[in-house]
């Protein structure tokens, strides 16, 4: 009977023979000119796997496992061998061109386990996933809502079934698009793994599952994101994509290391989601006036402020959308570039190959374009390039990480911007947050009364003529719950803004290195809505709750 010694011992063993195999086949390429691959750790397409049948797979020890139209990749145990070289032979009859690399024997079996996965997984070229569309349509009728998703899950997680990684992994990849969540979370804890959903930017539990499916799970997306197996101990990030009714769906992945193993965040960037229009944001139509006289300049920048996750990016997609025409040119510089807009340069910066936001936007220049959308302004040359850009006949669109759109000027002087190039530059600063609406099926009116009366009093009180906003000031509405919303209360979001319109009154404020109390001065003199006013209003208007607009910002 083995201890526990004498197992470490044995696995340790079998890593080791693992290892020189590896090192054999490593020596043997070089011997034979051809290149070397390790299958364990190397992303295998289906649509590559398909071209070579298992049978003639496991008789001549060859597999294909990349295409790329007919480029193909096959791995062998051995060149030379007379079978082996028939078969290469009789694939380039067929039109393939081929690149041969050599392989082990743990490494090809470890491949041809493949095979038997290929009915449940999906054709994977280059980081693309391509969703088996009988799988995913039945878990689309099945899942109205998440007790549904839930109960799909549930019977996966208590099944037999030996592809149970692959099925788990396409029941979480479509039950999330069935729920339109936008972040996938899977949390490792001590015992055991939870898995949530961020639906309407609020994190929700769907399941908990075991560690030891965890682990395959792990392995699965790393291999389809192009991550490293083997890397534990550092944060990396990845993407893939999921091909679905024609419609292709970017996924960023990140992993980071924690107490109990690896954290994994899949952001789902559907391009439906960024179909918002700039009628859609949910601007306030005074300031949607303004916004839609500026954004139509022909230089200056305009500034959207805000947190992660508050919808900045869908907004100046919404900005390039309206103002895009055949008559003048448009070049993004964004990390990473989350939704394709057609007649739009775009361009994704590569840190490690020293493609910044600061080397992407000289270069843009360099494009002649009429405007410029920078993903983020982060450093002081960014900030200063960006600035010029605007002052020399570019209109420009950014963003930067501020509580409000006050916050911004200090921001940009704390950025080396100086402040009457501040005033010169910019045309208009946004802060934008988004809230939850209440769900039309199940959402309930009450009277404003109590404690929730003298809030709304008060930021009622400081804006003028309050009837060109609303007619209601006694109601609003409260959040319930039902199978529609998933019984959260809400269902969809919209936005809530406040902008300063940089005018002579505001840039000659600027060149005085004015507190932050000055500036508010002006901005009420503007008579545009502050963040909390917009939020009470929407309240009002049955746009969402009180309680909503309180969990995103201080109403104190």
């Not at 349509?137 to 109960?151: R, W």
């Not at 979480?172 to 979370?185: C, E, F, M, Q, V």
């Not at 994101?225 to 994509?241: F, Y």
């Not at 292709?248 to 924690?258: A, N």
Request: aromatic fraction near 6%; charged fraction near 30%; proline fraction near 3%.
């Amino acid at each position: 009977m083995f201890n526990l010694k004498d197992i470490k011992d044995h696995k340790d063993i079998q890593s080791l023979r693992e290892q020189e195999e590896e090192e054999l086949a490593k020596i043997l390429s070089v011997k034979y000119g051809v290149r070397y691959i390790n299958l364990k750790t190397t992303l295998i397409s289906n649509d590559a796997l398909r071209i070579i049948p298992e049978k003639k797979s496991r008789e001549f020890k060859i597999i294909a496992f990349e295409k790329i139209g007919k480029k193909i990749k096959v791995a062998v145990i051995s060149p030379k061998e007379n079978n082996t070289q028939k078969y290469l032979d009789f694939l380039e009859k067929k039109g393939y061109s081929i690149s041969v690399y050599m392989v082990s024997h743990k490494s090809l079996e470890k491949a041809w386990t493949r095979y038997s996965e290929m009915s449940y997984n999906t054709k994977t070229t280059a980081g693309m996933i391509d969703i088996s569309l009988e799988n995913v349509e039945s878990i689309f009728q099945k899942t109205t809502n998440l007790k549904d998703l839930k109960e799909t899950l549930k019977e996966i997680l208590s099944s037999k079934d030996p592809h149970i990684t692959s099925r788990f992994f396409e029941a979480i990849l479509a039950g999330s698009l069935a729920t339109k969540a936008s972040d996938i979370h899977i949390e490792p804890e001590e015992d055991s793994v939870t898995l949530r959903f961020r639906l309407d930017g609020v994190l929700v539990v769907i399941t908990k599952f075991e560690k030891h499916l965890y682990k395959l799970l792990l392995s699965r997306i790393k291999l389809i994101s192009g991550l490293k197996l083997n890397v534990v101990k550092k944060p990396q990030d990845g993407r893939l994509s999921i091909k679905l009714k024609e419609k292709s769906i970017e996924i960023r992945v990140s992993v980071l290391p924690d107490a109990y193993g690896e954290s994994i965040v899949l952001r789902l960037l559907d391009p439906d989601n960024i179909s918002v229009t700039i009628e859609d944001l949910g601007i306030e139509k005074n300031l949607f006036a303004i916004l839609d006289k500026e954004i139509h300049r022909p230089n200056g920048m305009i500034l959207n402020t805000g947190p992660t996750g508050s919808g900045k990016t869908t907004s100046l997609y919404a900005f390039l959308k309206k103002i895009h025409t055949p008559e003048n040119k448009i070049i993004t510089i964004e990390n990473p570039i989350e939704y394709h807009l057609p007649g739009i340069v775009q361009t994704q910066i590569n840190i490690e190959k020293g493609y910044t936001f600061l080397e992407g936007l000289k270069s843009s220049l360099r494009q002649d374009p009429d405007v410029i959308m920078v993903g983020e302004i982060r450093d002081t040359d960014t900030a200063k390039v960006a600035v010029n850009s605007a002052l020399t006949g570019h209109l420009v669109f950014s963003t930067l990480h501020t509580n409000n759109a006050v916050g911004t000027f200090y921001r940009l002087i704390d950025l080396g911007v100086q402040p009457n190039i501040i005033s010169t530059a910019i045309n208009m600063v946004i802060a934008q947050r988004l809230i939850r609406k209440p769900c039309e099926y199940c959402k309930k009116e009450v009277l404003i009364e109590g404690e929730n009366k003298q809030i709304i009093s008060k930021i009622l009180s400081e804006i003028d003529n309050v009837e060109k906003y609303t007619n209601n000031i006694e109601k609003m509405f409260e959040p319930v719950g039902c199978p529609k919303c998933n019984n959260t209360g809400y269902k969809g979001r919209i936005g809530i803004f406040e902008a300063i319109l940089v005018n002579a009154e505001i840039a000659k404020l600027l060149e005085q290195n004015p507190g932050k109390e000055e500036i508010k001065t002006i901005f009420k003199r503007q008579g545009l809505l502050s963040l909390s006013q917009d939020g009470i209003i929407k309240v009002l208007n049955g746009d969402t709750t009180l309680s909503e607009v309180q969990r995103v910002i201080d109403l104190e």
